[in-house]
């Protein structure tokens, strides 16, 4: 079992349902990712880099796209979460938009790739 699996695995109800929803849509967008770590976290990488990773609080989940840039770029698409350099935050019960979590991990992709062929 990968890392990112893993640590869903070990979560339970609503918490696992929005974490494991994280991970397959962002497999459906960048299917070249793949489960490891990034900065202590199970993460999905793509092409060496951290894509994106979720992890689950007592009161919220943490998006981390890793890229503060991609914060700054939605920001106006998360208004009403809360957010830092670099996460995002929300609840099961307000979860983030589809459109705007797929917004987040292609801008990662995109940063990524662009990276990539310097």
């Keep these: 079992m990968h890392e990112f699996t893993r640590y869903i695995a070990g979560l339970d109800g609503p918490a696992k349902d929005a974490v494991e929803h994280i991970r397959s849509r962002a497999l459906e967008l960048v299917p070249d990712a793949d489960e490891g770590m990034s900065y202590g976290m199970a993460a999905l990488r793509y092409r060496g880099s951290p894509l994106i990773s979720a992890r689950a609080t007592a009161k919220h989940i943490g998006l981390y796209p890793f890229s503060p840039p991609a914060i700054d ?3 106006p698409d ?9 996460t995002v935050r929300f609840t099961p019960d307000n979860p983030l938009p589809d459109d705007v979590l797929d917004r987040l991990v292609l801008f990662r992709r995109d ?6 062929s310097r």
């Design 73 to 75: 770029a939605l920001a």
């Design 78 to 86: 998360l208004a009403g979460f809360s957010t830092s350099k670099g």
């Design 111 to 116: 940063e990524i790739d662009a990276m990539r």
